[in-house]
């Protein structure tokens, strides 16, 4: 016993004050908790990831890239690991925030055509002139389909599938219905004031006014081989453009179209030809 009492002082001795606080039982409950102190920051929980503590900011970016990826390679040519870097994430983070790559397809049509629709609503058309409605509901449709050229090449793609995706959608009909209603408002006020001749159908009316813009522009390149013009140049744009105006008011208020200030064609003599 001498022994060991002995022993025990020695070590006591060689121990730093700071942990002789209570006698030798404290000493090593102090040491117990040393030594336990790194177990126990290694449990605490880890912080969120970026892309858990912003969930909706990763979606947006990733339907951006995606819709982007889409309308340049198509949904057949397009990659889910090129939109995933595009985005900053990983597979794994895509699949979780939007789904497959039919689901990803399937939310970047629905967000571009509730773009565009958002947009519209936007016009208060409902406060201006009928003919005046009109004429912004055309300008409006040419310059977004100037300034969102993958808005067109989507459509391209799902008409190509036969609108086999958009067919699965439960959001895209409900959208458009308040904007056929906006233009066939818009139609009855313009034959109840005397300005439009015709209560022509909305739908149809719109389908001529996005087909005018549609056609020119996805096929641009190929006319202006074929005529000998560049038909996105400045001026050609602008002749274009008061040529739809005047088109589809002549045709609803049954008036000439030159009383809309439809610009005339460039002189074929001063047209680049181009010859093979």
């Keep these: 016993m001498d022994c060991l009492a002995s022993l025990a002082m020695t070590v006591l001795r060689q121990m730093p004050a700071s942990l002789l606080c209570g006698g030798l039982g404290a000493c090593y409950t102090r040491t117990w908790t040393t ?8 449990a ?52 979780y925030h939007v789904g497959n790559k039919d689901e990803l397809y399937l939310a970047v049509l629905e967000g571009a055509y509730d773009k565009i629709r958002s947009e519209e609503r936007g016009l208060d058309l409902e406060h201006l002139d009928p003919p005046e409605a009109i004429r912004r509901l055309i300008e409006f449709t040419w310059n977004y389909f100037l300034r969102n050229p993958e808005f067109l090449s989507l459509l391209q793609t799902e008409n190509l599938a036969r609108a086999k995706h958009l067919k699965k959608s439960t959001k895209v009909k409900s959208m458009h219905s308040p904007f056929v209603e906006m233009i066939r408002t818009v139609v009855r006020r313009g034959v109840a004031s005397g300005d439009f001749q015709v209560a022509v159908d909305p739908v149809q009316l719109y389908i001529s006014i996005a087909a005018l813009s549609f056609f020119y522009l996805s096929n641009s390149a190929t006319l202006s081989v074929i005529f000998g013009r560049d038909l996105l140049d400045k001026k050609a744009k602008d002749e274009r453009l008061a040529h739809m105006v005047g088109l589809v008011l002549a045709a609803l208020t049954g008036r000439s179209a030159e009383l809309f200030e439809i610009a005339k064609a460039p002189n074929p003599r001063t047209a680049v030809v181009q010859t093979v």
Excluded at 35 to 42: D, H, M, S, V
Excluded at 47 to 72: H, T
Excluded at 73 to 89: E, F, N, P, Q, T
Aim: proline residues 5%.
């Design 35 to 42: 030594q336990r102190a790194p177990g126990l920051a290694t």
């Design 44 to 95: 605490k929980a880890k912080r969120p990831l970026k892309w858990q503590r912003d969930p909706e900011g990763m979606r947006l970016r990733i339907l951006e890239a995606a819709k982007q990826e889409f309308s340049a390679h198509g949904l057949a040519g397009a990659r889910v690991d090129r939109i995933a870097a595009k985005a900053g994430a990983n597979k794994r983070m895509l699949y």
